[in-house]
């Protein structure tokens, strides 16, 4: 996006506002690093403005002494958002630096990308002023080369440009920003950045306007990273913006309440994204996108790494490390029909996505399916038919190395055991403590009962687990004689294990047993332990 050198329309009204309620830069000062700068006393929106030319003149002088060649006018915050005041100060002092006679640097547009100077700060609203801070930042180590302020008091105008950052709870009534109206028939076109130093745009939302929508059309095939900042608390769907088909979506995936989004697109393709606040957030935001090319070469969407695909569980792992925003495609070309298994293993939070890899439609994704933090789908597959796993860290800050497989499942029709039938507490049969016995699910529906009493009160362990693995997922509810719920687990045994360990007075007791894989591959163990 190319930041704009003219006054937007809402910068007119704010004018209008500066004029009838009188801004005055009282004491109006400049503290250079090394001098000190003028007063001015006079009161009008014009005295505001021949402060910034002034500043202008001084920050000049300045660029001209370290010969600069490139230099950008950054942000200038307020409490981490981009007040009016904050973009007001920005066109403004862009204008007179760009009206410098005989300037030999060059004045960029569209962010600090190539500056090797720029000129950012920040506004603070102190006791009876408004100052506002201006630096010039050397871009190759961050060094300041001289510091300015400009103090101006405190008036209701100013802190009505101010409160713009505020959201609805504060009772400000925020003015919509210059791209109103939006629609998904009409959205804002983003130019996309080629890495996270893009320029933010910088929106809001307010009553009768809750959301937000952006045109981007990438020019070429990559990952598109999407995300907003600020303090708002944000929601934002990803879609194509031909078909309207939701790509993705994310609460919380940036910093805080922001959201962010990664996702693989195409040259030339049209998306939009949506931004909208979560619940009933308004106020102001910044959004972003930009091109985050894959780390390696040889690992991306049209070359990804082609991973064996293995007979069972025992598979051997392909292991990989995750850098920040780092992502990884996996080929796989099952040999047969069946059931298709790819986990994550390490501790490293992983994310999974499974895609067709000819038409990138998405068929399933997971976060914590597999044991702890790591990733798991199980998916039907066709022979030959070519497929993609995606996995990437579950944040920005979740990297390190993690080991992948994929294996098929073996189909398994299991028989219904011999306590069956018992679906039902009235048709539960007895179970002895301390001596399990072994059941099967012979549908991925089937429900199993059990009784047991307790006749010396003290602390038990009542455990659900697969024969031959622990990637069986149990799920079990106790109850006492009058179909009281007392107690549940779903994996707190190892990996999808189920377990309980508690207290039990004499008495008697229910136990229900069910499996949540659609398709169970093994028999599974029943054990009631005192401790």
Same mark, same amino acid.
């Given at each position: 996006?190319?930041?704009?050198?003219?006054?937007?329309?809402?910068?007119?009204?704010?004018?209008?506002?500066?004029?009838?309620?009188?801004?005055?830069?009282?004491?109006?000062?400049?503290?250079?690093?090394?001098?000190?700068?003028?007063?001015?006393?006079?009161?009008?929106?014009?005295?505001?403005?021949?402060?910034?030319?002034?500043?202008?003149?001084?920050?000049?002088?300045?660029?001209?002494?370290?010969? &600069?060649?490139?230099?950008?006018?950054?942000?200038?915050?307020?409490?981490?958002?981009?007040?009016?005041?904050?973009?007001?100060?920005?066109?403004?002092?862009?204008?007179?630096?760009?009206?410098?006679?005989?300037?030999?640097?060059?004045?960029?547009?569209?962010?600090?990308?190539?500056?090797?100077?720029?000129?950012?700060?920040?506004?603070?609203?102190?006791?009876?002023?408004?100052?506002?801070?201006?630096?010039?930042?050397?871009?190759? =180590?961050?060094?300041?080369?001289?510091?300015?302020?400009?103090?101006?008091?405190?008036?209701?105008?100013?802190?009505?440009?101010?409160?713009?950052?505020?959201?609805?709870?504060?009772?400000?009534?925020?003015?919509?920003?210059?791209? /109103?109206?939006?629609?998904?028939?009409?959205?804002?076109?983003?130019?996309?950045?080629?890495?996270?130093?893009?320029?933010?745009?910088?929106?809001?939302?307010?009553?009768?306007?809750?959301?937000?929508?952006?045109?981007?059309?990438?020019?070429?095939?990559?990952?598109?990273?999407?995300?907003?900042?600020?303090?708002?608390?944000?929601?934002?769907?990803?879609?194509?913006?031909?078909?309207?088909?939701?790509?993705?979506?994310?609460?919380?995936?940036?910093?805080?309440?922001?959201?962010?989004?990664?996702?693989?697109?195409?040259?030339?393709?049209?998306?939009?994204?949506?931004?909208?606040?979560?619940?009933?957030?308004?106020?102001?935001?910044?959004?972003?996108?930009?091109?985050?090319?894959?780390?390696?070469?040889?690992?991306?969407?049209?070359?990804?790494?082609?991973?064996?695909?293995?007979?069972?569980?025992?598979?051997?792992?392909?292991?990989?490390?995750?850098?920040?925003?780092?992502?990884?495609?996996?080929?796989?070309?099952?040999?047969?029909?069946?059931?298709?298994?790819?986990?994550?293993?390490?501790?490293? =939070?992983?994310?999974?996505?499974?895609?067709? #890899?000819?038409?990138?439609?998405?068929? #399933?994704?997971?976060?914590?399916?597999?044991?702890?933090?790591?990733?798991?789908?199980?998916?039907?597959?066709? &022979?030959?038919?070519?497929?993609?796993?995606?996995?990437?860290?579950?944040?920005?800050? =979740?990297?390190?190395?993690?080991?992948?497989?994929?294996?098929?499942?073996?189909?398994?029709?299991?028989?219904?055991?011999?306590?069956?039938?018992?679906?039902?507490?009235?048709?539960?049969?007895?179970?002895?403590?301390?001596?399990?016995?072994?059941?099967?699910?012979?549908?991925?529906?089937?429900?199993?009962?059990?009784?047991?009493?307790?006749?010396?009160?003290?602390?038990?362990?009542?455990?659900?687990?697969?024969?031959?693995?622990?990637?069986?997922?149990?799920?079990? /509810?106790?109850?006492?004689?009058?179909?009281?719920?007392? =107690?549940?687990?779903?994996?707190?045994?190892?990996?999808?294990?189920?377990?309980?360990?508690?207290?039990?007075?004499?008495?008697?007791?229910?136990?229900?047993?069910?499996?949540?894989?659609?398709?169970?591959?093994?028999?599974?163990?029943?054990?009631?332990? &005192?401790?």
């Amino acid at each position: 996006m190319k930041k704009r050198l003219l006054l937007i329309p809402v910068f007119f009204f704010v004018l209008s506002a500066l004029f009838a309620m009188g801004v005055y830069a009282q004491g109006a000062q400049y503290a250079q690093a090394a001098q000190g700068g003028a007063q001015i006393t006079e009161g009008s929106v014009q005295q505001m403005d021949n402060t910034v030319r002034v500043l202008a003149g001084d920050i000049h002088r300045k660029l001209i002494a370290v010969r &600069a060649e490139k230099i950008a006018v950054g942000q200038f915050t307020f409490r981490g958002t981009l007040p009016g005041l904050g973009t007001y100060w920005i066109n403004q002092l862009t204008n007179e630096i760009a009206n410098m006679p005989q300037r030999p640097y060059t004045l960029l547009s569209g962010g600090s990308a190539g500056a090797d100077w720029t000129v950012s700060g920040e506004i603070v609203d102190m006791t009876g002023i408004i100052r506002v801070y201006t630096r010039l930042v050397r871009s190759e =180590d961050r060094a300041v080369e001289a510091a300015f302020h400009s103090d101006f008091e405190r008036s209701s105008a100013l802190v009505g440009m101010l409160s713009s950052g505020s959201d609805s709870r504060s009772g400000v009534s925020l003015i919509p920003d210059e791209w /109103e109206p939006d629609s998904f028939d009409n959205p804002v076109t983003y130019e996309i950045g080629s890495d996270e130093n893009v320029p933010l745009m910088n929106r809001n939302l307010h009553d009768g306007d809750d959301e937000d929508f952006f045109l981007l059309v990438p020019d070429r095939d990559g990952r598109l990273v999407m995300e907003t900042t600020g303090s708002t608390d944000t929601y934002m769907e990803f879609y194509d913006a031909e078909t309207r088909a939701m790509l993705d979506e994310d609460d919380d995936g940036g910093s805080g309440t922001n959201a962010r989004i990664r996702y693989s697109v195409q040259a030339g393709k049209r998306y939009i994204a949506k931004v909208r606040g979560f619940g009933e957030a308004s106020g102001n935001y910044g959004f972003r996108a930009y091109s985050s090319p894959p780390r390696e070469v040889d690992n991306i969407w049209d070359n990804p790494l082609s991973c064996e695909i293995g007979s069972n569980d025992s598979a051997p792992l392909m292991y990989r490390t995750l850098e920040s925003d780092d992502e990884d495609f996996f080929l796989l070309i099952p040999e047969s029909d069946g059931r298709l298994v790819m986990e994550t293993t390490g501790d490293v =939070d992983t994310y999974m996505e499974f895609y067709d #890899a000819e038409t990138r439609k998405l068929l #399933a994704e997971d976060d914590d399916g597999g044991s702890g933090t790591n990733a798991r789908i199980r998916n039907n597959v066709q &022979a030959g038919k070519r497929y993609i796993a995606k996995v990437r860290g579950y944040g920005s800050s =979740d990297t390190g190395r993690y080991g992948f497989r994929a294996y098929l499942q073996v189909q398994i029709r299991f028989a219904p055991d011999e306590y069956e039938p018992d679906d039902e507490p009235s048709q539960a049969g007895w179970i002895e403590i301390g001596k399990p016995q072994q059941h099967t699910f012979h549908t991925g529906d089937d429900v199993d009962w059990v009784k047991f009493q307790i006749t010396r009160p003290g602390q038990y362990v009542i455990r659900a687990r697969g024969i031959n693995s622990n990637r069986l997922d149990t799920y079990i /509810e106790l109850y006492d004689a009058n179909m009281n719920s007392i =107690d549940e687990d779903d994996d707190g045994g190892k990996d999808l294990d189920s377990l309980l360990s508690l207290r039990l007075e004499s008495g008697l007791y229910y136990l229900k047993v069910e499996c949540l894989d659609d398709e169970p591959d093994q028999p599974y163990i029943i054990s009631i332990e &005192a401790e």
